[in-house]
């Protein structure tokens, strides 16, 4: 379900969805569990180097049946054409590897916004656990100063501001609310009562349902097209 969806949900509907408690949290047992099928809260990449990402710029067909006209057309002596058919594979090239090199960095980049540390309830009782392990139906605990280590839905909150600024470009801060939504938000902005991964806490405190992690968050969304 895309996460607008959730906003206009009441807390205690999404806690019988995801089979969860607001004081109890899940148990360690099933939070190891699912966090085999959800996998890790960040943006796993592999390392990289600007060589290899040039020389997968090669790995096309198209690439190849340039490189074959640029064969032939010299075959015939035709060095123009030539000429112009390796232009157009240098700018074609160029542009793959600037494009790829610059979504790979911006990958690392978002990684960054990760919080290392989450205050969230486990059978109970609240802890302090990495954010990697953080998984979807987790309940956390956020306070003024925290960076919000996933996309999650307000189920409490007291006097809540986030910066959002960092996702939306907005600098204003944004006043957040606990109540269901009459209408699905149509844009990030509008979603009053969802936070989403690397925005900031500027003041209150709230508990929140993690809805999405990783590359599922809205930042992961944005580095799959960066």
């Known amino acids: 379900m895309p996460i607008f969806d959730y906003a206009m949900k009441s807390p205690k509907?999404?806690?019988l969805?995801?089979?969860?408690?607001?004081?109890?949290?899940?148990?360690?047992k099933e939070s190891a569990k699912r966090l085999e099928i959800y996998g890790l809260n960040h943006f796993a990449t592999n390392s990289f180097s600007g060589l290899k990402i040039f020389l997968r710029q090669f790995k096309s067909a198209f690439i190849y049946l340039l490189l074959l006209a640029v064969v032939i057309t010299?075959?015939?002596?035709?060095?123009?054409?030539a000429?112009?058919?390796?232009?157009?594979?240098?700018?074609?090239?160029?542009?793959?590897?600037?494009?790829?090199?610059?979504?790979?960095?911006?990958?690392?980049?978002?990684?960054?916004?990760?919080l290392p540390k989450t205050k969230v309830i486990r059978d109970g009782k609240e802890e302090t656990v990495s954010s990697e392990n953080l998984i979807p139906?987790?309940?956390?605990?956020?306070?003024?100063g925290d960076k919000v280590p996933a996309d999650v839905r307000?189920?409490?909150?007291?006097?809540?501001?986030?910066?959002?600024s960092v996702l939306t470009g907005e600098s204003v801060s944004v006043?957040?609310?606990?109540?269901?939504?009459?209408?699905k938000p149509g844009a990030y902005f509008e979603a009053e009562n969802l936070l989403f991964s690397g925005t900031s806490v500027l003041?209150?405190?709230?508990?929140?349902?993690?809805?999405?992690?990783?590359?599922?968050?809205?930042?992961?969304?944005?580095?799959?097209?960066?």
């Open 13 to 15: 509907d999404i806690f």
């Open 17 to 28: 969805e995801f089979k969860t408690s607001a004081t109890k949290g899940l148990s360690k």
């Open 74 to 81: 010299l075959a015939l002596r035709e060095y123009t054409d």
């Open 83 to 114: 000429i112009m058919i390796l232009i157009f594979l240098a700018v074609n090239t160029s542009l793959g590897f600037f494009q790829e090199y610059g979504s790979e960095k911006t990958v690392q980049l978002l990684n960054r916004f990760a």
């Open 137 to 144: 139906c987790d309940i956390i605990v956020l306070e003024t």
């Open 154 to 164: 307000i189920t409490e909150q007291n006097d809540l501001v986030i910066d959002e």
């Open 175 to 183: 006043r957040k609310t606990d109540e269901a939504m009459a209408k």
């Open 203 to 226: 003041n209150g405190k709230a508990k929140a349902v993690v809805l999405a992690s990783g590359k599922k968050t809205a930042f992961g969304e944005i580095a799959k097209i960066a």
